[in-house]
Antibody
Framework: EVHLVESGGGLIQPGGSLRLSCAAS????????MSWVRQAPGKGLEWVSR????????KYADSVKGRFTVSRDNSKNTLYLQMDSLRAEDTALYYC????????????WGQGTLVTVSS | EIVLTQSPATLSLSPGERATLSCRAS??????LAWYQHKPGQAPGLLIY???NRATGIPARFSGSGSGTDFTLTISSLEPEDFAVYYC?????????FGQGTRLEIK
């Protein structure tokens, strides 16, 4: 059974940095692309970033480009999201999601970790 | 950037009724559309991918149709557990994106 567990969220001041982690198990992590998707309070789902199975190819939403960096450690079955220059509008529940057959069809999701950007 | 517009924003129906949810893309996305169900306090769940393919374990009452710019998610006979928010998502190109969601509520 696929298991995705996010961690690293919390309260951070505007301009600060935070690193989220997503521990994966129950599937061959090295074979799957992974993404981060967020949901701001009272809002819908927003795709944030994606990393290929090898980690060599990354994609970002325009809203986070230049501020967020996605990476993975395939030896630890872990996905990361380094978030810098955080803004109030980055406040959201951040989900990691597994792509089906290396695609961007999200067939498994974690429960999310909450990031609150506020002074 | 492709924009997905879902309608209606809210749909009020009773158990046993048929639900029809729409998703329109701002340009053709072939059949590269997925549907997700999202309940409060839970992770979203994949229902349909590539327009009409049911994900593993999804009941037959859920069906998807459409291609190009117009897509539909149909729930043939609503069960109590189906009341939730539904999102469409495209993967035609980068950036991928979600629609704003349709809230399916009990009438």
């Amino acid at each position: 059974e696929v298991h995705l567990v996010e961690s690293g969220g919390g309260l951070i001041q505007p301009g600060g940095s935070l690193r989220l982690s997503c521990a994966a198990s129950g599937f061959t992590f090295t074979s799957e692309a992974m993404s981060w998707v967020r949901q701001a309070p009272g809002k819908g789902l927003e795709w944030v970033s994606r990393v290929s199975d090898s980690g060599g190819d990354t994609k970002y939403a325009d809203s986070v480009k230049g501020r967020f960096t996605v990476s993975r450690d395939n030896s630890k079955n872990t996905l990361y999201l380094q978030m810098d220059s955080l803004r109030a509008e980055d406040t959201a529940l951040y989900y990691c999601a597994k792509g089906r057959a290396a695609s961007s069809i999200f067939d498994s999701w974690g429960q999310g970790t909450l990031v609150t950007v506020s002074s | 950037e492709i924009v997905l517009t879902q309608s209606p924003a809210t749909l009020s129906l009773s158990p046993g009724e048929r639900a029809t949810l729409s998703c329109r893309a701002s340009q053709s996305i072939s059949s590269y559309l997925a549907w997700y169900q999202h309940k409060p306090g839970q992770a979203p769940g994949l229902l349909i991918y590539d327009g009409s393919n049911r994900a593993t374990g999804i009941p037959a009452r859920f069906s998807g149709s459409g291609s190009g710019t117009d897509f539909t998610l149909t729930i043939s006979s609503l069960e109590p557990e189906d009341f939730a928010v539904y999102y469409c998502q495209h993967r035609y190109n980068w950036p991928i994106s979600f629609g704003q969601g349709t809230r399916l509520e009990i009438k």
